[in-house]
């Protein structure tokens, strides 16, 4: 069954956006540091986890520092572990920091390619999807489970 529900504009900037970012699990966003000509480290971003595209997009969060788990969390990035701030996953309507599946308050477990997922997090870390441009299907067709309200 396909679940679908009108996404706001921030919402719709989001799911939009997806597919121009690489993926990549266990994280927000994977960067290599690496020595320049002047043996000056610098960042090179490998990709975002779906979420961390929201930040990226959402924020102005300077992701050429070395973010550490500290750093993003007293910047309002991240709540506990690798979860989004309540702050940030509000603003965007999400049900939860994790982009849990629910709908009028229960919890949901969606099902892709015969296996069972509980939050984008998940999905994004676990599941089938080799690129964004799937999961920003996914969001689209399952908006009502992931979203609590349009923004």
């Known amino acids: 069954m396909q679940y679908s529900t009108r996404l706001g504009p921030m919402q719709e900037a989001w799911v939009s956006a997806l597919p121009n970012y690489e993926k990549v699990t266990g ?3 994977r960067t290599d540091w690496s020595a320049d000509e002047n043996g000056e480290q610098v960042p090179s971003i490998e990709g975002y986890c779906c979420l961390g595209v929201l930040v990226d997009i959402q924020t102005d969060y300077n992701w050429t520092h070395k973010p550490t788990f500290m750093s993003l969390f007293y910047d309002g990035i991240l709540s ?7 702050d940030l996953a509000n ?3 999400l049900n939860s920091v994790y982009g849990g599946f629910s709908y009028l308050g229960d919890v949901f477990d969606v099902f ?9 997090t998940q999905l994004n870390d676990e ?22 309200e349009e923004k």
């Open 112 to 120: 892709v390619k015969d296996q069972s997922y509980t939050s984008l």
């Open 80 to 86: 506990y572990g690798s979860t989004l701030s309540p």
């Open 91 to 93: 603003k965007l309507g």
């Open 127 to 148: 599941g089938p999807f080799t690129n964004h441009t799937e999961m920003a299907e996914f969001i689209r067709d399952y908006a009502r489970l992931i979203f609590k």
């Open 27 to 29: 994280t927000l966003v």
